[in-house]
């Protein structure tokens, strides 16, 4: 399974950006899909998930600003981020869950500026 990220960049604080994640390859049954992202010098942390049924999760500092979703007959998973704040800058990698096996996109940069 190879993931495509896409749809980062810089933004200004209070700005929106709108990721998305491409899966394919050889895909039988994704199960969750989501976004980890880490900032310089700091771990890297889950954004938020989603399932193939819909549920998702979410980071607390994320809460009420970010919004996922995916399209499963695209095998793509959107990240929707507003109100963007500082401390959201870090690369974003998107993931897919595959029977009980990880796949990771390559990252993708999100800057935003004060």
């Known amino acids: 399974v190879q993931l495509q990220a896409s749809g980062g960049g810089l933004v200004q604080a209070g700005g929106s950006l709108r990721l998305s994640c491409a899966a394919s390859?050889?895909?039988?049954?994704?199960?969750?899909m989501g976004w980890y992202r880490q900032a310089p010098g700091k771990r890297r942390e889950l954004v938020a998930t989603?399932?193939?049924?819909?549920?998702?999760k979410y980071a607390d500092s994320v809460k009420g600003r970010f919004t996922i979703s995916r399209d499963n007959a695209k095998n793509t998973v959107y990240l929707q981020m507003s109100s963007l704040k500082p401390e959201d800058t870090a690369v974003y990698y998107c993931?897919?869950?595959?029977?009980?096996?990880?796949?990771w996109g390559q990252g993708t940069q999100v800057t935003v500026s004060s």
């Open positions: 390859g050889s895909i039988y049954s994704i199960n969750a």
């Open positions: 993931f897919s869950d595959q029977l009980g096996e990880n796949y």
């Open positions: 989603i399932t193939s049924g819909g549920s998702t």
